[in-house]
């Protein structure tokens, strides 16, 4: 427990040192002028939360390597990304996607874009802070896990407010590095033993009988777009001033995305075989407790995990609440302030949430989902906006009846309704206005 504290505490100073560079550029883009390696490192560390420590490993256990899919579809949303990304004109300092689309569709359709975003998020880091929740039952089951939550919560708040973008990118290229170290430690171990027999379906790819068609495509209309019109994407792109190094960043980001989902599934799919029939939330525990020994080894493992959920979680706070005060509220002056105000509001409220919900994967996917069948057709029109004559009105309300949407279908459990978002939203825009 006390090299968790300790970690923590890391943090916390590193983002204290951080907040000597008070300076909206600084605080919101990280300087604006960082390297292709240190924004692909924050897009990995971002990407990677709570959705790969338990989520994808769970996920597989279940399923087998289809699950691999939860990364591989979001490196082709990344690709795509890349490849159409000099088309839409993006400004060298825009500090939100909400920021850039003010910019084609005016001041409405950003407060309407904040919104969306705003609440989605609270959904996304909810699931991060349940993630740890889960973990910490595990590793540390003698202590009150609501507290150890709410510790780590109140920490995640203070250096992600505290130091800003500079912070949050920072503490992101580390705490990669951490979770590679720790993930080739436990791989090294696993494989050095005698591995047994998969079950053949579990490797069947991309579908299986526990996997179906039907759930690809889901998977594929969320994932997909959420990759493509990410805010989190879109703010560690931002600390890029070049669009030539956003492309680079994006391609080398979907590249390594890759081989890292099929190692997480690996994990699950040797978890199934090797525990039979047990909660698919300790599998990492299981595994580093079985393979690895009670020494510095297992403690690297340790803080890898929670790594990559606070890698993910800092950034989607930062991300929530500098929209939520600069987008929703359009405050400037002393912004700064806000922002650090809101970024422990949002934390708070996430924790609330998470000790509400069960399940990190549909919890996930819910906030996606409802995100992406709002925004991706409207980002996606931006470059055609002129040939077809799209007008503002239109894309208010395609946003907002496609969010309708795909609100009611998740709490209904219609996966198609997806798909009916996105057929409506597209309708919505290329309808003429005939009294125009």
């Not at 006390?2 to 300076?23: M, P, T």
């Not at 390696?37 to 399923?63: C, D, E, H, P, Q």
């Not at 993930?183 to 047994?196: C, D, E, N, T, V």
């Not at 994932?223 to 600390?239: E, K, N």
């Amino acid at each position: 427990m006390y090299y968790i504290v300790g970690f923590f505490i890391l943090l916390f100073i590193i983002s204290l040192f951080h907040n000597k560079e008070y300076n909206s550029r600084n605080y919101f883009l990280a300087g604006g002028n960082n390297s292709v390696i240190t924004v692909t490192f924050s897009l990995l560390a971002t990407i990677l939360g709570a959705s790969s420590t338990i989520g994808l490993v769970g996920l597989a256990y279940k399923t087998g390597l289809a699950a691999s899919l939860w990364l591989i579809l979001g490196a082709i949303g990344l690709f795509i990304l890349g490849l159409i990304y000099p088309q839409f004109n993006f400004g060298t300092y825009n500090y939100t996607i909400t920021e850039y689309l003010q910019l084609h569709y005016g001041s409405k359709v950003k407060k309407i874009l904040g919104l969306i975003i705003f609440l989605s998020w609270i959904g996304v880091i909810s699931a991060q802070f349940l993630a740890l929740a889960r973990l910490f039952s595990f590793y540390f089951p003698e202590i009150n896990i609501k507290f150890l939550l709410l510790f780590a919560t109140l920490v995640v708040t203070l250096y992600t407010g505290f130091g800003g973008q500079r912070a949050v990118v920072f503490t992101d290229c580390l705490q990669f590095i951490f979770f590679l170290v720790g993930l080739s430690i436990l791989l090294i171990k696993i494989f050095g033993k005698q591995i047994p027999d998969l079950q053949p379906e579990y490797l069947r790819f991309p579908c299986n009988k526990y996997f179906k068609i039907s759930d690809f495509i889901y998977f594929s209309l969320v994932l997909i777009p959420v990759y493509i019109v990410g805010p989190d994407i879109h703010s560690r792109l931002f600390c890029n001033s070049s669009i030539n190094d956003r492309r680079k960043a994006l391609i080398i980001t979907g590249i390594t995305l890759i081989p890292i989902g099929l190692l997480l599934a690996f994990l699950g799919i040797f978890a199934h075989s090797q525990y039979g029939n047990i909660n698919s939330d300790e599998i990492l525990y299981r595994l580093s407790k079985d393979f690895l020994p009670a020494n510095i080894l297992f403690y690297i493992f340790v803080i890898a995990v929670v790594c990559l959920i606070l890698s993910s979680a800092d950034t989607c706070l930062l991300t929530s609440a500098t929209i939520f005060i600069r987008d929703i509220l359009g405050i400037r002056k002393k912004e700064i302030f806000f922002v650090r105000m809101a970024v422990t509001v949002v934390g708070l409220i996430s924790f609330l949430f998470a000790l509400y919900f069960k399940q990190i994967i549909n919890l996930l996917l819910f906030s996606y989902s409802i995100y992406a069948v709002s925004v991706f057709i409207p980002f996606m029109v931006i470059p055609f906006k002129e040939k077809f004559n799209i007008s503002v009105t239109r894309i208010q309300n395609s946003m907002l009846i496609a969010g309708v949407i795909a609100v009611i279908s998740n709490i209904l459990n219609f996966k198609w309704g997806v798909m009916l978002g996105y057929l409506l939203s597209a309708m919505i825009i290329f309808t003429p206005d005939f009294n125009s």
